[in-house]
């Protein structure tokens, strides 16, 4: 019997088009099945040349009959495709833009093109037989129905369509139901048809919990982040929608919920829905795949016309859909104005472009157009998306495809253009994505005539007021204008038009403000943009507990202002209030973020308010400082400077003490480093120079009776190898790089290191040796082997005064340390290994090789480190340096 077949399909240059290079390195880097360390290693002239792997492949490698990974042979893959090397196609390309939906295999154990003879199987081979058929059948995966009549060659009675399928039909590539694609899972878990097991057997009992997919058209991990399961998949997680989220209107992957929110449908006729949506789309996705198939969804609007038939008929959003992708192969139909098949074929047309042969615009859009990067709308402007939006890389990705996946959402502009303001604008306690579908929704009715009656007279607004605009007589007014006042400036840079009914949107925000507040008064607030693991979150939180303990009758409020991340709660002391209301603030642009945290302020009236690097804060001293001022003692903290990677200084001491340090009645810092370089740099008056205070960050930590260098030294007699710790962000200023660097240089010692990036995209994990091991981030510093290691090594490029190491000199840690910002304050050559040079690897060797060699005076200078942080960076003198200063306040 034939075992699942591959279907060979002769290359058409007509009608598939390999996509650009760039995209090329894009498609081939998200994918399973290049591996970058594996390449490497199996390549030892790429892994000396420092060549990047993938950039090698698509250059030479796969011309050379290289393999990308474990999981694909190109060699064997153009000898047992012969269309595909005619075509001169690189082979992985191909394969995941074509092959995996033609159902080519990438592997020559996986062509099962094979004839199995018929033959008796043994008790055991039956026994697990029935125990695959009892399994898929109390499962209620398998439709005997859909079997029976897809297959008319297995007979339909009793339980025979699912003993086929046990026994022959997922050999043969044959679906037990809509809902489950046999050659699909085959395909896309290689491991699984390796492995020659039953797939759907497999996805029941073992592919739902490791985050496995049915079939293209289901996102299970999307799902279980999305649902009530609290983010774990189990073995029922899929049947669990079928029987009971499907009917509720859950969207079975990300690229459909803002379609599914636009529809009118209830229970039943979801289920209708989403296996006809199935079943249509199985076409488009063996002839563009799933990447572009997405793009399809994307470029449908919620007002679409279609045709005239379907207008007529009014349709639901998700009938509509269903009718595009039963009819759109090879009918040109109106889904939008991000699609204008008119548009793309003249497009084509100034190109010299000629259009696939029996496909309609969008067909040969998404087959060969989108890889061409031909814009297929006037409504989308490429030139000025790209100067406009600074963080999209066209190298990368296609400024359009960018657009029409996220951009709309996000709620960038396509053009230069206005928006147009009616109300109400949308609620802050919407979920994002509600706040997205009210983006997503605004452009689509802005460029077409919209069904929803909130936004039907967006059209009629955005023609009449563009035709106003671009009125010679306009123009001339707007001359003259500036003639008289030339505030008014270019109409050109009108970017919101406000019509009838004329409102403040902002009401809406100051609602959601005053409900989030838990008192009407507070006579401290803190303000920061988050809470997360960062030494300034830290600090933030040992400042609330200093002012409780200077008057415990006074009210605190930390108020995180840009990002609702909140992921050290146990740092918030007892009695002290949290509020997130960054979520608010994001509904409104910044100019107004700033007017609503000032008349918060206000309204609250504290004595105080104190920022902690919250951005929004700064933004609103600078502009309403010296109001503020009149009404409130305002205070900043500064830890350091940024570095941009040519070693300019820049952030928030550049940006805005010049700015604010006059208002402020102090401006603090972690080190008098810091004070010292604001005082040279901006040659301060005395006024202002006084006022900027050096606060020594308190440890949190208790102060053992014996130091951790001396117990380490003790444990190190039973240790073989030398152990070496490191922890911090995985960012560019920790520079995490250098660690790998130096324990590449030492490979007789170990190197244990905790953490993950968080600003940055993090360093390649694949150039760390054997003698380094990475952790997650650590809670607690009970979890880290304090008193069996030899060496605590930081290595950060800039810094204040980092709190990792205060609390480390507490425990009496021996450390090697980059000598920069205020960290010789605390390790110099009495109390620790500075390192001057800290971009030097050798530096750092030679430093931790004199540390190593020396256990004695390893415990001497962390003697002294436990001392010199133990006074400095005590809470009783953090608590009597800031009570001193609020003695000092002036009663507002």
């Not at 669990?240 to 009118?264: N, Q």
């Amino acid at each position: 019997m034939s075992l699942l077949r591959n279907r060979r399909r002769k290359i058409d240059a007509a009608v598939v088009s390999e996509p650009t290079q760039d995209i090329n390195y894009e498609i081939i880097r998200d994918s399973k099945y290049f591996d970058s360390a594996w390449y490497k290693l199996a390549n030892p002239d790429v892994a000396n040349s420092c060549d990047d792997p993938i950039a090698h492949y698509l250059e030479y490698g796969w011309k050379e009959g290289r393999a990308p990974s474990p999981n694909f042979d190109g060699k064997w893959y153009l000898e047992h495709y012969p269309d595909v090397a005619e075509s001169g196609a690189n082979p992985l390309v191909h394969f995941l833009c074509h092959g995996m939906q033609e159902g080519r295999f990438p592997l020559s154990e996986l062509a099962f093109d094979v004839t199995i003879e018929s033959k008796e199987t043994d008790d055991t081979r039956e026994s697990e037989l029935q125990e695959d058929f009892e399994t898929v059948d109390q499962s209620g995966m398998f439709d005997p129905t859909y079997y029976a009549s897809t297959n008319p060659d297995v007979p339909s009675s009793g339980g025979e369509p699912l003993w086929h399928y046990i026994r022959d039909g997922w050999r043969e590539g044959r679906r037990p139901s809509v809902f489950f694609d046999s050659a699909w899972y085959l395909r896309e878990y290689t491991d699984v048809a390796k492995a020659e097991v039953n797939p759907l057997v497999h996805f029941i009992r073992e592919g739902q919990p490791e985050g496995r997919s049915p079939h293209a058209l289901f996102d299970i991990n999307w799902y279980v982040q999305k649902s009530e399961l609290k983010g774990f998949a189990d073995q029922a997680t899929y049947q669990r929608y079928l029987k009971v989220d499907l009917a509720k209107g859950v969207p079975p992957i990300p690229e459909l919920a803002h379609i599914y929110s636009c529809s009118t449908k209830q229970g039943d006729a979801f289920i209708d829905f989403y296996a006809q949506f199935v079943l249509t789309s199985n076409d488009w996705l063996e002839r563009v795949g799933r990447r572009k198939f997405v793009i399809l969804l994307a470029l449908f609007s919620p007002f679409a016309t279609v045709s005239e038939s379907v207008a007529a008929q009014g349709l639901d959003i998700l009938d509509k859909l269903l009718y595009v992708l039963r009819e759109g192969m090879f009918a040109d139909l109106d889904i939008g104005p991000l699609f204008d098949c008119a548009f793309y074929r003249e497009a084509c047309r100034q190109r010299g472009k000629e259009l696939s042969v029996g496909c309609s615009a969008l067909l040969d859009f998404l087959i060969d157009g989108f890889d061409q990067r031909i814009v297929p709308t006037k409504a989308f402007d490429e030139a000025w998306y790209c100067i406009t939006n600074r963080d999209i890389d066209e190298n990368f990705i296609w400024p359009y495809e960018h657009f029409v996946r996220w951009g709309i959402f996000e709620g960038r502009k396509a053009k230069a253009t206005f928006d147009i303001v009616l109300a109400p604008q949308f609620s802050t306690k919407e979920q994002d994505v509600d706040r997205n579908l009210y983006r997503w929704k605004a452009f689509f009715a802005a460029n077409s005539v919209s069904s929803d009656d909130q936004f039907a007279s967006y059209f009629f607004y955005k023609r009449k007021i563009d035709h106003i605009l671009s009125a010679t007589i306009t123009a001339e007014i707007a001359r003259r204008l500036v003639k008289i006042e030339p505030a008014i400036g270019d109409i050109a840079d009108i970017k919101e038009v406000l019509v009838p009914p004329l409102f403040d949107y902002r009401e809406t925000a100051r609602k959601a403000l005053r409900e989030r507040i838990g008192a009407k008064h507070y006579e401290t607030i803190i303000c920061v943009p988050w809470i997360r693991t960062g030494g300034a979150d830290l600090v933030s939180c040992q400042l609330s507990e200093a002012i409780l303990k200077i008057a415990r009758q006074k009210s605190i409020l930390i108020l995180r202002t840009d990002q609702p991340h909140f992921e050290r709660p146990d740092w918030v002391p007892v009695g002290v209030d949290v509020a997130d209301v960054s979520d608010v603030f994001s509904t409104v642009e910044p100019i107004h973020s700033q007017l609503l945290l000032y008349g918060l302020l206000l309204g609250l009236a504290p004595q105080r308010v104190i920022n902690v690097n919250s951005r929004l804060c700064w933004d609103t001293f600078v502009r309403f400082g010296a109001r503020l001022n009149n009404a409130i003692n305002l205070y900043s903290y500064l830890f350091c400077w940024d570095r941009t990677p040519t070693g300019a200084l820049v952030g928030y001491p550049s940006e805005y003490f010049p700015e604010t340090a006059h208002l402020l009645a102090a401006t603090f810092t972690d080190t008098v480093y810091l004070r010292e370089q604001l005082r040279e740099i901006y040659n301060l008056p005395d006024t202002v120079a006084s006022k900027v205070v050096p606060l020594f960050s308190p440890s949190r930590g208790i102060r053992p009776d014996v130091v951790a260098a001396e117990q380490s030294a003790l444990r190190h007699r039973g240790r073989e190898r030398a152990r070496v710790l490191w922890a911090g962000r995985l960012d560019r200023q920790k520079r995490f790089d250098l660690v790998q660097d130096i324990a590449h240089q030492m490979p007789d010692v170990d190197f244990i290191c905790w953490g993950k990036s968080l600003l940055d995209a993090g360093p390649d994990l694949t150039h760390s040796p054997q003698n380094l091991l990475l952790h997650d981030s650590f809670r607690t510093y009970d979890e880290l082997p304090l008193n069996d290691s030899d060496l605590w090594l930081f290595t950060s490029e800039w810094e204040g005064m980092p709190t990792i190491l205060i609390e480390l000199g507490l425990q009496g840690i021996s450390i090697v340390a980059s000598s920069v910002g205020g960290v010789p304050e605390l390790i110099d050559n009495e109390t620790g290994w500075p390192v001057e040079d800290f971009s030097n690897v050798q530096a750092y060797v030679d430093a931790i090789r004199e540390a190593l060699g020396n256990p004695a005076e390893r415990i001497q200078r962390a003697k002294r480190l436990q001392d010199r942080a133990s006074n400095r960076h005590s809470m009783d003198s953090y608590v009597t340096q800031l009570k001193d200063i609020f003695d000092r306040e002036r009663l507002k």
